[in-house]
C-alpha cells in the first residue's frame, strides 16, 4: 500500500524467540497501530502510538511490546514468541481519526 | 465503550444483483463509521466513510452506505455485484473524541459472487 511498508512479509520462528516486525511510512501521519487478524476475530488492535515514543497498549497487548523511535517507523516485539502469537500482523497509519487508516500488507507470522 | 456487529458471517449473490451488507454498532459518542474490504491474501482498503456529514456516503466501485441514528446501523449496499467484489468486508467504528482515534473492528462479512 502507498505509504505503509511492512516488513518481513512472512516469517516462521521457533517458540520462545524474540521477533521484531517493522512498520515504516512515508506520510508523517502522527499516528500508527498494530493490530493481529485471527479468524473469528476480526482486527485487535495490539497497541498504538501517537506520537515519537508515545505508545500505549490496545485490548491484546500481553506478549508484545513496540518501539518508536522516529515518526516513520513503529517496531512491534513478540518478546518470546508462542504458538498463540500465530497471526497476521497488520499495521496501519492514520493522520486522524476521522480519516480513517491506511493499512499495510501484513506480515503472516508462524510460531513452531 | 463501542462495538460492532455484522449481522451476517457469510453473504451469497449472483452476479448482477442487489448486495446488502448489514451492520449494527454501539458508540458512547458521536460516531466515525468506516466500511473496509480485503480480498483474500491482501492487506484492507477503506471503502467509504461518515465522519457526521451526510447520512448517505457514496464509495468507491458503486458501494454506499447510509447512516442510520435511530436504528445505529450503517448498512453497505450497490446495486448489481461483480465478481470482483467477492472479499471479506468489515464494517468499523471510531469514537470521536478520544484521543487515539481507536477503531472497533465487526468480525467480518465474506461476500460470495456467483456467475
Known amino acids: 500500500d502507498a505509504g505503509i511498508t511492512q516488513s518481513p512479509r512472512h516469517k516462521v520462528t521457533e517458540t520462545g524467540t524474540p521477533v521484531t516486525l517493522r512498520c515504516h511510512q512515508t506520510e508523517n501521519h502522527r499516528y500508527m497501530y498494530w493490530y493481529r487478524q485471527d479468524p473469528g476475530h476480526g482486527l485487535r488492535l495490539i497497541h498504538y502510538s501517537y506520537g515519537v515514543k508515545d505508545t500505549d497498549k490496545g485490548e491484546v497487548s500481553d506478549g508484545y511490546s513496540v518501539s518508536r523511535s522516529k515518526t516513520e517507523d513503529f517496531l512491534l516485539t513478540l518478546e518470546s514468541a508462542t504458538s498463540s502469537q500465530t497471526s497476521v500482523y497488520f499495521c496501519a497509519i492514520s493522520p486522524g481519526q476521522e480519516y480513517g487508516y491506511t493499512f499495510g500488507s501484513g506480515t503472516r507470522l508462524t510460531v513452531v | 465503550a463501542q462495538s460492532v456487529t455484522q449481522l451476517d458471517s457469510h453473504v451469497s449473490v449472483s452476479e448482477g444483483t442487489p448486495v446488502l451488507l448489514r451492520c449494527n454498532y454501539s458508540?458512547?459518542?458521536?460516531?466515525?463509521l468506516f466500511w473496509y474490504v480485503q480480498h483474500p491474501n491482501k492487506g484492507l482498503q477503506l471503502l467509504l466513510k461518515?465522519?457526521?456529514?451526510?447520512?448517505l456516503v457514496k464509495g468507491i466501485n458503486g458501494f454506499e452506505a447510509e447512516f442510520k441514528k435511530s436504528e445505529t446501523s450503517f448498512h453497505l449496499t450497490k446495486p448489481s455485484a461483480h465478481m470482483s467484489d467477492a472479499a471479506e468486508y468489515f464494517c468499523?467504528?471510531?469514537?470521536?473524541?478520544?484521543?487515539?482515534?481507536?477503531?472497533?473492528f465487526g468480525q467480518g462479512t465474506i461476500l460470495t459472487v456467483h456467475p
Open positions: 461518515y465522519t457526521s456529514a451526510a447520512t
Open positions: 458508540s458512547s459518542y458521536s460516531p466515525s
Open positions: 468499523v467504528v471510531s469514537e470521536r473524541g478520544t484521543s487515539y482515534g481507536k477503531l472497533t
